[in-house]
């Protein structure tokens, strides 16, 4: 039997966007651990690629086995009067939808019709999103769930160097490092591969992690590798500042850095003048030789061999996510590490496309290449490329969280149109959240699955899955790659370009809308030309050959894998530091009985779980939710080993099965957000907002936990 051909791709899930391989099931070569399936499942390999070199997670090396699971949606959905989907046909679905728009703008304005996209959408899909939205059905009204990913992080970089890519150095200068700090980032589970690149500081025992559980990524700095700080839930702002004052105190900061390539030092010093360490102690819990041994250890490192640090959602997903990334980056500056030759500062993308589908207009307040969309230049530039009067492109809509507040309220959206998300179990306060889709005259999903949100929607579109189209992605180093077609979609499903090019034609739309993802991103290209998320210089061509691009790329250059290294793209060429200061909690913590909920991701799952739920060996590896909680705080609720509980405050009660642990403080419990209906972690998240990012409070709710009533159902 002939081999089949195999097609070199990326990985569908996170933002390091491993490299892999898929081979049609005709092939009788086995590409690796997990590699063969069942009939008609294509085999993964891993491929050498700088993130991964061949390796893959669990997800990664089962991923396959979504593209003709038995669940897939193929052809177009109709909820009835009764509750029910039932198939109808392409043409009945796309006209119904376009009548819905043209009826919903005729009674309540453009603005009544919302669209919320997904960070782990194409670079053309997300680009053609913010323009469908804009122009096809005139609204603001468009953000995406990188609002609840990337968003403190991206508004702390803006404002301290002029310009937000996760990693501005590539992946690999990681190995050399003496000294890398992981704050709230559990890669060892989040992201697999990466642990690799953390090699060389664990040798050198300088990986220091900062989370208030004994994660998976925590465990690595064991004998000897580096240091486990574990903080009060939501004091991370607070230890930051005390390390940043014991910098400055013990004449650590590097002052001819901060001369000649800073500005505001002196508001800087000032504002971590009160955070001594003793007083820092006391608040976060983390003793005070211990915050002396993290300084001298971020002080050699960035003296010596290297020191990066790096943070990630646990830090960022809080009311004072943006000013807690400020402060780290803060912290790095004092160490002259952002543009040095061997240092760094850099925040770890989690979704696969979070660095590309924020770049590109699903924001809000963006417009392509990264581009304000408040900014005369900015919009005059687009209205030159899609042919329109600048006045036609809608001024900044609302962040994710607002956005989905409005479902049903006055003067809020009617109508929404959801491309690859599943809010009702990634929003936080999902409750609320399922409550705002089910008031919507009209909701739409496109998905591949029957997700919980396409469960709830009016029609639901199938579209196709990663391996079954051509596109473009931004990893987290602001490595543009080609994500390549290696089957085709199964009859009935298609590609989210063609609907939106199909829509904008029944629209009377103006501008172009294109079904061809190269052609979409040739324009993609001119968009973002002058732009600082620039990929003017980058075509398909260009990829295919292998040529590593980063942006930005604009044309007649060779790229930017490592930004900074001269100046920061500010009017003065210096990064700004920002005092920054803890603020109260957006609810009270510890009072009484009540405990800390942290929330965070399983090795096996990804995102809200609709995925890889459906995938068997991650599913029988983790079937449901488990609550971490210290055997004492367990033992005063009288809670054992494997009992089910239940955990509640004022916005609703979720159901697990406790798991102890002393790898976790006994005032915090923590529940992973990959699973729906009552074992839904985001029905007790917070709505409440970074004033800044509009990052919603994920990390640290206010809980009850007790044990649960043996005779209800669990």
């Known amino acids: 039997m002939p081999t089949a051909t195999a097609t070199a791709t990326h990985c569908p899930y996170c933002a390091l966007q491993c490299a892999m391989t898929l081979t049609p099931a005709a092939s009788t070569e086995a590409s690796g651990p997990a590699a063969s399936g069942p009939a008609g499942v294509p085999e993964v390999g891993g491929r050498d690629f700088p993130t991964n070199r061949g390796g893959l997670c669990r997800k990664g090396w089962t991923s396959a086995s979504l593209l003709r699971h038995p669940e897939r949606l193929t052809e177009p959905l109709l909820r009835g009067a009764d509750g029910v989907h039932r198939p109808i046909s392409w043409d009945e679905a796309l006209e119904l939808l376009a009548g819905r728009v043209r009826s919903i703008r005729a009674a309540h304005g453009a603005d009544a019709v919302g669209v919320f996209g997904g960070g782990g959408l194409t670079n053309e899909k997300a680009y053609q999103l913010g323009k469908f939205a804009r122009l096809a059905l005139g609204t603001s009204r468009i953000d995406y769930n990188g609002r609840f990913c990337m968003s403190s992080a991206a508004a702390a970089g803006n404002r301290a160097f002029g310009m937000d890519r996760g990693l501005p150095f590539p992946v690999e200068d990681l190995d050399s490092a003496a000294t890398i700090v992981l704050l709230g980032s559990n890669v060892a589970e989040t992201m697999p591969p990466f642990v690799q690149h953390l090699a060389g500081a664990r040798a050198a025992g300088g990986l220091l992690v900062v989370d208030p559980r004994r994660s998976a990524t925590a465990e690595f700095?064991?004998?000897?590798?580096?240091?486990?700080?574990?903080?009060?839930?939501?004091?991370?702002?607070?230890?930051?500042?005390?390390?940043?004052?014991?910098?400055?105190?013990?004449?650590?900061?590097?002052?001819?850095?901060?001369?000649?390539?800073?500005?505001?030092?002196?508001?800087?010093?000032?504002?971590?003048?009160?955070?001594?360490?003793?007083?820092?102690?006391?608040?976060?819990?983390?003793?005070?030789?211990?915050?002396?041994?993290?300084?001298?250890?971020?002080?050699?490192?960035?003296?010596?061999?290297?020191?990066?640090?790096?943070?990630?959602?646990?830090?960022?997903?809080?009311?004072?996510?943006?000013?807690?990334?400020?402060?780290?980056?803060?912290?790095?500056?004092?160490?002259?590490?952002?543009?040095?030759?061997?240092?760094?500062?850099?925040?770890?993308?989690?979704?696969?496309?979070?660095?590309?589908?924020?770049?590109?207009?699903?924001?809000?307040?963006?417009?392509?290449?990264?581009?304000?969309?408040?900014?005369?230049?900015?919009?005059?530039?687009?209205?030159?490329?899609?042919?329109?009067?600048?006045?036609?492109?809608?001024?900044?809509?609302?962040?994710?969280?607002?956005?989905?507040?409005?479902?049903?309220?006055?003067?809020?959206?009617?109508?929404?149109?959801?491309?690859?998300?599943?809010?009702?179990?990634?929003?936080?306060?999902?409750?609320?959240?399922?409550?705002?889709?089910?008031?919507?005259?009209?909701?739409?999903?496109?998905?591949?699955?029957?997700?919980?949100?396409?469960?709830?929607?009016?029609?639901?579109?199938?579209?196709?899955?990663?391996?079954?189209?051509?596109?473009?992605?931004?990893?987290?180093?602001?490595?543009?790659?080609?994500?390549?077609?290696?089957?085709?979609?199964?009859?009935?499903?298609?590609?989210?370009?063609?609907?939106?090019?199909?829509?904008?034609r029944l629209l009377a739309a103006p501008s172009t809308f294109s079904a061809e993802p190269e052609t979409v991103f040739e324009e993609l290209r001119r968009a973002s030309a002058g732009g600082l998320a620039d990929y003017s210089g980058i075509d398909y061509a260009l990829l295919d050959s292998g040529a590593a691009a980063y942006w930005p790329y604009p044309a007649g250059s060779t790229g930017t894998p490592r930004l900074f290294l001269d100046?920061?793209?500010?009017?003065?060429?210096?990064?700004?530091?920002?005092?920054?200061?803890?603020?109260?909690?957006?609810?009270?913590?510890?009072?009484?009985?009540?405990?800390?909920?942290?929330?965070?991701?399983?090795?096996?799952?990804?995102?809200?779980?609709?995925?890889?739920?459906?995938?068997?060996?991650?599913?029988?590896?983790?079937?449901?939710?488990?609550?971490?909680?210290?055997?004492?705080?367990?033992?005063a609720r009288g809670i054992t080993d494997g009992a089910d509980v239940e955990i509640g405050n004022a916005r609703g009660t979720v159901q697990a099965r406790a798991q102890l642990s002393t790898g976790i403080r006994p005032d915090t419990v923590f529940l992973p957000f990959h699973f729906p209906g009552r074992h839904s972690a985001n029905l007790l998240t917070q709505a409440a907002t970074d004033p800044i990012s509009g990052m919603p409070e994920f990390k640290t709710s206010t809980v009850l936990v007790r044990a649960a009533n043996p005779q209800e159902e669990p």
Not at 251 to 263: M, N, P
Not at 579 to 598: D, I, K, S
Not at 605 to 627: D, F, K, M, N
Request: charged fraction near 15%; include cysteine; proline fraction near 7%.
């Open 567 to 635: 100046s920061f793209p500010r009017a003065d060429g210096r990064a700004a530091f920002t005092a920054v200061a803890p603020q109260a909690p957006a609810e009270e913590r510890f009072a009484g009985a009540t405990l800390a909920l942290a929330t965070g991701r399983l090795l096996e799952h990804y995102q809200s779980g609709a995925q890889t739920r459906r995938v068997a060996e991650l599913a029988a590896a983790q079937p449901e939710s488990r609550l971490l909680i210290h055997p004492a705080t367990a033992a």
């Open 221 to 504: 700095t064991a004998n000897g590798a580096g240091l486990h700080l574990q903080p009060v839930p939501g004091t991370d702002l607070a230890l930051l500042l005390g390390l940043a004052h014991l910098v400055i105190a013990e004449g650590l900061a590097d002052t001819e850095y901060i001369a000649a390539r800073t500005s505001g030092y002196d508001a800087l010093a000032r504002s971590v003048a009160a955070w001594w360490p003793e007083r820092t102690a006391a608040v976060t819990g983390v003793p005070v030789p211990v915050l002396r041994d993290a300084v001298a250890r971020l002080s050699a490192g960035a003296r010596g061999a290297g020191c990066y640090i790096l943070s990630g959602r646990g830090v960022e997903q809080h009311v004072d996510g943006t000013d807690t990334a400020t402060a780290a980056i803060n912290l790095a500056l004092l160490l002259g590490l952002p543009g040095s030759a061997n240092s760094g500062y850099g925040t770890l993308t989690g979704q696969g496309n979070g660095q590309g589908g924020r770049e590109h207009g699903q924001k809000a307040d963006q417009l392509p290449g990264y581009r304000k969309i408040t900014d005369p230049a900015a919009r005059a530039h687009m209205a030159m490329v899609w042919g329109v009067p600048e006045s036609s492109i809608p001024g900044p809509g609302l962040p994710a969280v607002e956005l989905l507040a409005s479902m049903g309220a006055p003067g809020g959206i009617k109508m929404l149109m959801v491309h690859g998300a599943n809010v009702a179990v990634s929003a936080p306060d999902a409750g609320a959240v399922i409550k705002g889709l089910r008031s919507l005259d009209f909701l739409v999903v496109c998905d591949f699955f029957l997700s919980e949100t396409a469960a709830e929607a009016h029609l639901v579109l199938p579209v196709a899955q990663w391996a079954e189209e051509e596109g473009t992605l931004t990893n987290l180093e602001g490595r543009v790659i080609r994500r390549r077609a290696a089957l085709t979609p199964p009859p009935g499903v298609r590609t989210e370009l063609w609907i939106m090019a199909e829509l904008a």
